[in-house]
């Protein structure tokens, strides 16, 4: 293979960013963290531009402390610390609701029980997410008015009968 030669004044790394040390210091073991949270909710960078950095890192500090559940529940515990941490001025509906379709989607992979869907609920941005393990569980139906959940984070398994079958919220744990 011959040597690849460059042109005057092309940089040896071209699509390697000018502020690397902040990629450098960030711990390799870290890593699935950092694309758990950044690769199913792109929309957080916004609150931490360009590369989220210290966000990531004040949520690292913080489960570091508190160790949440490393299943499906991953997303809403980011959720919980988000909505009480400095950046819970900015944070959208958009971002919340991003987190909530990762956690579902977490659920309808990881779930072995004969549920067929999940609700999710967050009573501090009025905003309820369905998913289904299979879409042909998905019914045309119209939402049926839930009542309010009483917890930060609600959810509620649904059957085969779709929504229509919601019986209760139930906490997500911290």
Known sequence: MPPVRRAIGETLFPDYPSNARSFIALDAKLLPYWHLLYDLCPSLLKLDPPEGVELFRSFMIWAYRRQPAQDWTFHISVCRWLLLSEY???????????????????????????????????????????????????????????????????????????????????????
């Open 88 to 174: 819970a001025p900015r944070v959208t509906s958009e971002q919340v609701e991003s987190l909530l379709s990762a956690a579902a989607a977490r659920w309808v992979t990881s779930d072995a029980s004969s549920a067929q869907g999940i609700l999710l609920a967050c009573s501090a941005r009025p905003l309820t997410l369905v998913d289904w393990k299979n879409q042909d569980a998905a019914q045309d139906e119209d939402i049926q008015v839930l009542p309010p959940a009483r917890y930060d984070f609600a959810w509620s398994p649904l059957s085969r009968s779709g929504v229509g079958g919601f019986r209760r919220w139930l906490r997500i744990p911290e």
